[in-house]
């Protein structure tokens, strides 16, 4: 049995920017449903004798600490720290729990920021991946990347796996800058 976290959508913003009922509503989607979906599943995970968690966090809070996407990077920090403390200590009920955080990747949620951001400049919006030749290999990743880890991590390939979050990032973070 799995269990995937996926969520996403909290405000950009430094510490001033995002006010605290935009704050709670992002964290309460993302860090507590994270939380709230482990605390539900868990035992039901114990009773059929183990299985895995996998929680899909992002780059900002695990590698890169954003003070312009603050409410973020602080709630990926929780999760990045509550997956790594879930898997160090669920081997004993045979469940594992990995975390992945993805960087930049081709989502509709991106594209759609990149296209208005390019309009925004007077730029065409269809040339939006021009904007991305700055990146690790001139390209955000694709979303079937994240899915292929996360593919793996949950299977029996990955059997020995459990407390490890893992960056996909083309190597951005360890430039320690996005751009």
């Known amino acids: 049995d799995i269990l995937v976290n996926n969520a996403g959508a909290v405000p950009a913003g430094a510490i001033g920017d995002v006010d605290e009922s935009?704050?709670?509503?992002?964290?309460?989607?993302k860090v507590y449903g994270y939380i709230n979906?482990?605390?539900?599943?868990y035992p039901v995970l114990q009773q059929r004798g183990g299985g895995v968690i996998a929680n899909?966090?992002?780059?900002?809070g695990g590698e890169l600490h954003e003070?312009?996407?603050i409410a973020g990077t602080?709630?990926?920090a929780a999760l990045v720290a509550f997956?790594?403390?879930?898997?160090?200590?669920?081997d004993a009920d045979n469940i594992r729990?990995?975390?992945v955080n993805p960087g930049m990747t081709a989502t509709d949620r991106l594209v759609s920021l990149m296209q208005q951001t390019a309009q925004a400049k007077g730029l065409s919006p269809e040339n939006w991946r021009e904007r991305t030749r700055d990146m690790p290999f001139g390209r955000p990743a694709e979303p079937e990347e994240i899915a292929d880890l996360t593919a793996f991590l949950v299977s029996e390939r990955a059997a020995y796996i459990s407390g490890t979050v893992i960056t996909v990032d083309g190597g951005l973070s360890s430039r320690g800058q996005l751009f």
Not at 37 to 41: G, H, K, S, T, V
Not at 56 to 60: E, L, P, R, S, Y
Not at 83 to 90: I, P
Request: positive net charge.
């Open 83 to 90: 997956t790594r403390a879930m898997g160090g200590g669920s």
């Open 67 to 69: 003070f312009k996407y």
């Open 56 to 60: 899909i966090i992002g780059i900002a």
């Open 37 to 41: 979906l482990c605390r539900e599943i």
């Open 97 to 99: 729990v990995v975390g």
């Open 22 to 29: 935009a704050w709670r509503a992002a964290w309460d989607l």
């Open 74 to 76: 602080a709630g990926n």
